[in-house]
């Protein structure tokens, strides 16, 4: 019912800058909170920033707090991560979400795109 497409992952230096989008289409006059998450090779998924559904509230992992920041346009049905002081430990494939209710825990989204490689070098 939800579409989410993300964009902007990319190869870039540590200490270095990187902004993501995520563009949803579909059923997207239904209110949803989102959510960024990533995953590095042989870890499982984890929770990075989440939005309310005003964008009024935001919350992080503790490993993102003061780096990483997360924003929303619903009029243009956009969510950006804006990313700063890369690490190499940030390197994974990061993806967005749509979550019915305010959650940290990957089973909570129903829906997800399909992904956006950002490989950070040391």
């Known amino acids: 019912q939800v579409q989410l497409v993300e964009s902007g992952g990319r190869l870039v230096q540590a200490g270095g800058s990187l902004i993501l989008s995520c563009a949803a289409s579909?059923?997207?006059?239904?209110?949803?909170?989102m959510g960024w998450f990533r995953q590095a090779p042989g870890k499982e998924r984890e929770f990075v920033a989440g939005i309310s559904v005003s964008g009024g509230s935001t919350f992080y992992a503790d490993s993102v707090k003061g780096r990483f920041s997360i924003s929303r346009d619903n009029a243009k049905n956009l969510v950006y991560l804006q990313m700063n002081s890369l690490k190499p430990e940030d390197t994974a494939v990061y993806y967005c979400?749509?979550?019915?209710?305010?959650?940290?825990?990957?089973?909570?989204?129903?829906?997800w795109g399909q992904g956006t490689q950002v490989t950070v070098s040391s």
């Open positions: 979400a749509a979550a019915g209710i305010p959650s940290i825990v990957v089973a909570s989204y129903d829906y």
């Open positions: 579909g059923r997207t006059f239904r209110p949803y909170h």
